[in-house]
């Protein structure tokens, strides 16, 4: 391992894999109580790709996530009540209710929002890293797209500016087979999507995005290219959707033993084994940090259920700054 | 005579254009195995194959400008955007490219670009849009806006035969709660005729897409209170029909203007323009518009149910304007 | 329109073209006598035959010609209508590329691509109308330079946002696989386009599709004034190719017989359903980017550079030394030009402007369609 982890950071990694399960477990329930609006759109399977790659990040880095990223938003701080209240449309949400689902960000956490268009936030997340160069700051900026979202204008146009500029920019994609309901081999010809980043004369890395160490550490590397001046990095994070689109979809179209052999590299189970394993994780601290969790997710549920709906003349609040 | 749902209208139009004319073909997103977002297109891919039910990559650009190309060729391609709001990300192609290729050297573009748009069902910023006046305001574009059911399978059988690119705007919310007896037998509905709603006599109400619907249901409230709305469904914006538009003006000699859309360059504008022009002799009162505020639309309820107009505003509205 | 046509009667139809041997001569000009759409074998010998040769060194004489013609003498005097966007330098990818269509493929040029409307049987006379507005060009004084096209002989024309007619192709070339005549598409784009999303997702479309469309890209070193490493950060762009999943290659673009190779072999892999291959030809605008421009922020040197490796000599020389041309044989070949383009010019001058009320017809096709009574009755 290039960079050694402290014991602390291991169960850092390990307490945001389980809260971000824990949070999309709790919207699925919530979902299914009626009390979400909108639909939910879960993360499980992925949740390595997005803990690993943000946990990496410095402070004045900046992420911009995709409506899987979640854990992400989690790890720059966001608590948990945030995305329950932005998916049940409460006004103490982030947004007040404007946007909906992880459709929030702030500045002074590093977080740019995700927007439905897919790719669009790669362009964006090289500006950040323009504006760093021009201010000479050391920051990287951060984005995920899925395997769908390599197809878009903004990938393509964003990647390829970044790389002319030699812009502190990393885009992680996270190949999770499936967009929508298009599998990956309907998506491109060439599915190893790692190729691109020579398309573009760019640093590529293809890792296993359900290993969180490997996702931490592969990010750690695009960074330091970043920060060097050696212009961004295209990460092909291989993972797996393992519920369908949103909630209302059965992802029926997915066969059976995909799922199967996916559930067998589960991201959190094996990451427990090796800690285990490791001797870093003992079933006492293991046991306090799902008490945490217990007590956040219990608490934060509570507040966002209290939390009114906005009031309906707040939608005619200004729109300019 | 069959009762369907406005997207079942839809899927009809769509699957008796398509066994009419061998050179209709449909491409989208997740339109073929999936059946589409909304499942319009479901059952298309068993019926008519791979070759005609096309799932693309998510690629917008690509495919509207695939679809131009294919024109060209003497093909009818329906595009399907999975939400209109994205239909941004092929805006170049449409604006560009479709619209101006007959005026600049002659070829007919003959396709269709079909999808949800609309709010009212908690959809947020990016899955509720009304952005057909970006498309009104591009020459050389039709623009359809249906409100029944009868008339979604009649306009989008006469947006895929027409000549022209042709923007089709359905309404998400009216998708599975509006039904009509539809005839199995062949029809159209001709692109730029507006359709009397309702017959009335105090107010003209002109309007659009779902809000036909709201009109007619404050129009019912207020008979009530024997204040008498016409209801004017312009069925298409471009071309629009300001005849029909006039004549009621003329009949009511009070209007109200009334869209789903926002404020400041809405449909609306334009016909307050044309009425001050051409009817302004006929005018007993202001003309007055209910529209969404400018602002993106919310997501959560309350602010979605504010930004919208509804039944009541509009009757309110009608209220002051009768006794003015 | 009965007035326009009589004044055309000088021009020779196009079928009698066809018909009409073997000399060179202005009612014949822009479709030489054996036709522009000669079948090629998909397993025939690399090297064109002595015929095509003499064609191909005729088509860039004769864009040479003529875009000297437009930008050095009609700009100057002030008699085109816009800008002037010209090939000057990198003619031999529209000759190499085109000259190898069948009817039923289909071409989309850039800008700097003049010899693809001439291959597809436009005449000079419609080229000069369109470059001075005129009401009887192709476009009806609608469109300015080579935005027109022609559906019927398969040429699709820009439109200024470029990298557009990347999903078209994509769009033709579906509709040519699903009939199943092996006819193919060809595109060609600049490298400045390839930074634009169109063609990124028409690209990976066509790989995933399997589509008969050949990319190419005519890289020439400047986007107005933007240099290649200011514009993408890899030496060849061919590499793309492989990252969508389809052949790439990078050729010498100033070398008519290796882009008519690199085409060749492209096009013999479209025609049997073995998808797309995207093309690099490194050439020069030897140019500024437009009439306008004086291209000051290209080193002087650089021109001179590209000038040792022109397009045109570099054909001339080798027909020469191959004997299959006699000096003789290209002073008549000249000489058929220049009166070709005196003939084109002058008919364009006296050929009257547009109606302005005329603006406002033919934005929607229909059943009383404007452009019907106009469209190529030439």
């Known amino acids: 391992m290039a960079e050694k982890l402290t014991r602390a950071q291991y169960h850092d990694l390990y307490y945001y894999l389980r809260l971000n399960r824990r949070v999309d477990e709790q919207l699925t329930s919530l979902y299914r109580q009626g009390k979400v609006v909108g639909g939910v759109y879960s993360s ?259 507040f966002a259920e209290r939390s009114p709906f906005p009031a309906p003349e707040e939608a005619a609040q200004p729109v300019w700054a | ?75 009818r391609p329906v595009v399907e955007m999975q939400f209109m709001d994205f239909i941004a990300c092929g805006f170049d192609q449409i604006v560009n490219m479709a619209a101006k290729i007959h005026y600049r050297w002659g070829p007919a573009v003959p396709m269709v670009i079909r999808g949800p748009s609309g709010a009212g069902v908690h959809g947020g910023p990016y899955h509720s849009q009304s952005n057909e006046m970006w498309f009104v305001h591009t020459p050389g574009l039709k623009v359809v806006v249906p409100a029944t059911a009868y008339d979604a399978k009649g306009l989008i059988k006469a947006a895929i035969r027409d000549e022209n690119p042709v923007i089709f705007y359905e309404h998400k919310f009216l998708y599975r709660r509006i039904k009509d007896e539809t005839p199995e037998e062949d029809y159209v509905v001709p692109i730029g005729k507006a359709r009397i709603a309702r017959e009335g006599t105090d107010i003209s109400v002109i309007t659009y897409g779902a809000m036909v619907w709201t009109a007619l249901e404050a129009a019912q409230e207020l008979e009530k209170e024997r204040i008498s709305l016409e209801v004017i469904d312009l069925r298409s914006l471009l071309p629009y029909d300001e005849e029909a538009v006039l004549e009621s003006v003329r009949k009511c000699n009070k209007v109200m203007l009334l869209h789903e859309d926002t404020r400041i360059g809405g449909f609306a504008g334009e016909l307050a323009a044309v009425i001050a022009e051409k009817a302004f002799e006929d005018l007993d009162g202001p003309v007055v518009r209910i529209t969404a505020p400018d602002t993106p639309v919310p997501f959560s309820p309350p602010l979605e149910e504010y930004f919208l107009p509804n039944a009541r505003k509009v009757a309110e509205a009608a209220r002051r304007l009768a006794v003015y | 329109m009965k007035a326009s046509k009589d004044k055309r009667t000088t021009e020779k139809p196009l079928t009698g073209a066809r018909r009409n041997g073997g000399s060179f001569n202005p009612g014949s000009i822009a479709r030489p006598p054996d036709g522009p759409m000669t079948p090629l074998s998909n397993r025939g010998t690399a090297q064109p035959d002595s015929r095509t040769l003499e064609r191909m060194l005729y088509y860039l004489k004769l864009t040479r010609e003529a875009e000297y013609r437009i930008e050095r003498v009609l700009y100057r005097q002030g008699k085109i209508v816009g800008g002037v966007y010209v090939g000057r330098g990198q003619e031999a990818m529209a000759v190499g590329a085109t000259i190898q269509l069948r009817e039923g493929d289909v071409t989309f040029p850039s800008h700097r691509d003049f010899a693809a409307w001439l291959i597809r049987g436009f005449t000079l006379r419609q080229i000069f109308l369109n470059w001075l507005g005129r009401g009887d060009g192709p476009s009806r004084g609608r469109e300015n330079t080579g935005h027109f096209g022609d559906v019927k002989r398969g040429l699709i024309p820009i439109i200024s946002p470029l990298g557009d007619t990347c999903p078209l192709a994509c769009g033709t070339a579906l509709v040519q696989k699903q009939r199943g005549q092996g006819h193919v598409t060809l595109v060609h784009f600049g490298e400045g386009t390839t930074s634009r999303g169109d063609v990124h997702e028409a690209m990976n479309m066509a790989a995933v599709w399997k589509l008969p469309v050949i990319f190419i890209c005519n890289n020439n070193a400047y986007a107005y004034s933007t240099p290649t490493e200011r514009q993408y950060a890899v030496k060849d762009l061919s590499v793309r190719g492989p990252a969508y999943g389809m052949p790439g290659v990078t050729i010498d673009g100033n070398d008519v017989l290796a882009v008519y190779e690199a085409v060749r072999r492209a096009i013999a892999r479209a025609r049997v359903g073995n998808g797309p291959t995207f093309i690099e030809c490194k050439t020069f605008r030897m140019t500024g980017h437009s009439a306008h421009d004086g291209a000051e922020y290209v080193p002087k040197r650089q021109f001179e550079v590209w000038a040792q490796k022109d397009p045109v000599a570099r054909l001339e020389k080798l027909l020469f030394a191959k004997k299959l041309l006699t000096p003789k044989a290209v002073r008549e070949m000249e000489e058929a030009i220049a009166e070709a383009l005196d003939d084109a010019a002058a008919f364009a001058e006296s050929s009257a402007l547009p109606e302005g009320a005329e603006a406002t017809e033919g934005v929607y096709c229909g059943p009383k369609c404007w452009w019907q009574s106009r469209l190529h009755d030439d």
């Open chain 1, 44 to 302: 499980l399977g992925q949740e390595a790709t997005a803990v690993g790659s943000a946990y990496a990040l410095g402070p004045d880095d900046f992420l911009g996530g995709m409506i899987r990223d979640v854990g992400a938003m989690l790890v720059r701080g966001f608590p948990p009540r945030d995305v329950f209240l932005q998916y049940m449309a409460r006004r103490d949400g982030p947004t007040g209710g404007r946007d909906a689902n992880n459709h929030f960000g702030d500045l002074k956490r590093g977080v740019m929002a995700p927007v439905s268009m897919l790719g669009e936030l790669v362009p964006l997340l090289a500006g950040v890293g323009l504006a760093a160069r021009i201010r000479r700051e050391r920051r990287v900026g951060l984005t995920y797209v899925g395997d769908g979202a390599t197809s878009t204008t903004p990938f393509h146009e964003g990647l390829n500016f970044a790389a002319v500029l030699k812009l502190p920019l990393i885009v992680i994609v996270e190949n999770n087979g499936w967009a929508y309901s298009t599998p990956v081999e309907r998506q491109m010809a060439n599915t190893k999507i790692v190729d691109r980043a020579r398309a573009y004369g760019i640093a590529g890395e293809a890792i296993d995005g359900n290993d969180v160490l490997e996702v931490y550490e592969a990010t750690r590397r695009a960074m330091q290219r970043g920060y060097n001046g050696d212009g961004p990095t295209l990460i092909e994070a291989e993972t797996m959707r393992m519920k369908g689109h949103a909630e209302h979809d059965d992802a029926r179209y997915v066969p059976k033993e995909m799922l199967e052999t996916w559930r067998e590299r589960d991201p959190i189970v094996n990451y427990e084994k090796f800690l285990t394993k490791e001797k870093l994780l003992t079933s006492d601290e293991k046991a306090v940090i799902e008490a945490r969790l217990d007590k956040v997710i219990r608490e934060d549920v509570e």
């Open chain 2, 1 to 75: 005579m069959p009762v369907l749902t406005h997207l079942e209208a839809i899927r009809q139009g769509l699957w008796e254009e398509m066994e009419r004319d061998p050179s209709v073909f449909l491409i989208g997103e997740d339109i073929a195995a999936y059946g589409g977002a909304f499942k319009v297109t479901q059952g298309l891919l068993e019926k008519f194959g791979a070759d005609r039910v096309i799932d693309a990559p998510i690629s917008e650009s690509a495919i509207v400008g695939a679809a131009v190309g294919a024109a060209l060729m003497g093909m």
